[in-house]
């Protein structure tokens, strides 16, 4: 389902932030992605949303070749991806409802559709009574609840959460964590980058840890020690 074959990515100033990455993620996976600041987690993140492109190799994701695929087809790939960030990106005049039909609005999905996903993934992530809340309204866990229903409710097939518990105490960290386990039982592939060892220890998933660049271990069912 997604793959990167031998990629290194070099910015314009010199920096290697990736070195010969090699790794491939099965459909219905959930692969912890780990490692120290600078180790070149964001870098990845970007190139699996074609932010940016490899200096060398190629990424496949799905039946798209990240390599060769032209920018006006890049709006498909990300249908592909629900996307959740640690700042959660809420639009602020927007209520919870508003949030999460616009992920469909910008689809052109029908007016049927948005009636029948949006309360769906709200009742999924438990803010069904939430419809008509602004963010400002909402807790921490809300926000992020909301960003979570958002990236869910086009239905896509990979899950890419960026820090999705930074911004969280423990007891709401604890809480998205069930969430995506949940999601993940259901079929849909995640893909989670963090630097919260607690939480990669404690649910037991795969976890791929960067260093310098480099994949240091990949681990089926394993921890983190942010002292690699």
Known sequence: MIQL?????????GTEALK?????????EFVFIVGSSGSGKSTL??????ETDPTEGRIFIKNYNLSILKRKNVPKLRRELGIVFQDFRLLKNMTVYENIEFALTVTEASRRKIRRQVPMVMS??????????????????????????????????????????GNLDPKNSWE???????????????????HNKDIVNAMQKRVITL??????????KGGYDDEN
């Open 124 to 165: 999924m992530v438990g803010l069904a009574n939430k419809a008509k809340s602004y963010p400002y309204q909402l807790s921490g866990g809300e926000q992020q609840r909301t960003a979570l229903a958002r990236a869910l409710v086009n239905n896509p097939p990979i899950l890419l959460a960026d820090e999705p518990t």
């Open 211 to 220: 260093n310098n660049g480099r994949v240091i271990s990949d681990i089926q």
């Open 45 to 50: 993140v970007k190139l699996l949303l074609k």
């Open 20 to 28: 010969n990455i090699n790794i491939k993620i099965e459909k219905g």
């Open 176 to 194: 998205i964590m069930k969430l995506l386990d949940d999601i993940n039982k259901r079929g849909t592939t995640i893909i989670l980058v963090t």
């Open 5 to 13: 074959d031998n990629v290194s990515k070099v910015y314009p100033n």
